[in-house]
């Protein structure tokens, strides 16, 4: 039977790299499929991963509905056998119960990767719906670590390097050196990975080294 499977973690989990290789494995056994993305950090169009491995995909946008992407495809002679749906995270409530239905009446697998908090440590409305309908939700076993060496369970933002608990849900970045500019009043956008107690603490990796290197004893919070 089809199955809507969740696999979700933090950033720098390899759940890009987990969708490239589901998406090769069902391939190989002669399985035809779609791959979709959004907002992946490579641009439009692509589901990449930080290994340097990157695809084509069809990029979801607002408009997207996945039903009638399949029921095309199929009436023009095409088989729809799975789908690979990355950045779930930023997919609408609404898409996300079309895959579900796809599962149910079409019988097509759809594997879907994802965060599941924002920076503020709350669901996304796609990764919520996920979790509400998912046949099967599987944690991404490669950890990604705090800079402490704890295991990372939440995402951070920082603008200009200081970590932010406000703002817009969505701001595309990575955890890489580059950084996002949003604006000249906002400043620039970048991501890192943190163990709950650094998160609450708003202890980054940065601001941990400034600390070691100042007489002044490391403060816990804000």
């Known amino acids: ?16 790299t987990l969708a490239l290789q ?17 907002n992946d950090r490579a641009g439009e169009a692509v589901l990449s991963s930080r290994l ?15 039903w009638d992407e399949v029921v095309r495809r199929r ?10 749906c990355d950045e779930v995270q930023f997919y609408s409530p609404t898409q996300v119960e079309q895959l579900a239905r796809l599962v149910d009446e079409m019988g097509v697998d759809v594997f879907g990767f994802g965060i599941t908090t924002d920076f503020r440590t709350r669901l996304f409305p796609g990764s919520a719906r996920m979790l509400e309908l998912a046949d099967r939700i599987e944690r991404l076993q ?27 849900q969505v701001v595309v970045g ?9 604006g000249p009043a906002q400043g620039e956008v970048g991501y890192e990975v943190l163990c709950r107690f650094h998160h609450l603490r708003r202890v980054t990796a940065a601001r941990a080294h400034a600390a070691s290197l100042s007489p002044q004893t490391l403060p816990l919070g804000d």
């Open 22 to 38: 589901m998406d090769h494995n069902h391939a190989a056994r002669g399985r035809d499929g779609l791959i979709f993305s959004r």
């Open 142 to 168: 490669v950890e990604a670590l705090c800079w402490c060496g704890a295991r990372a369970t939440h995402n951070a933002r920082t603008v200009d390097g200081e970590m932010v608990t406000e703002g817009e």
């Open 52 to 66: 340097g491995l990157a695809v084509p995909a069809v990029e979801v946008t607002d408009g997207t509905d996945f």
């Open 75 to 84: 009436i023009a002679g095409g088989r729809v056998d799975y789908l690979i």
């Open 1 to 16: 039977m089809a199955q809507l499977v969740f696999f979700s973690g933090t950033m720098d989990s390899g759940k890009s």
């Open 174 to 182: 990575d955890t890489t050196e580059a950084r996002t500019p949003v």
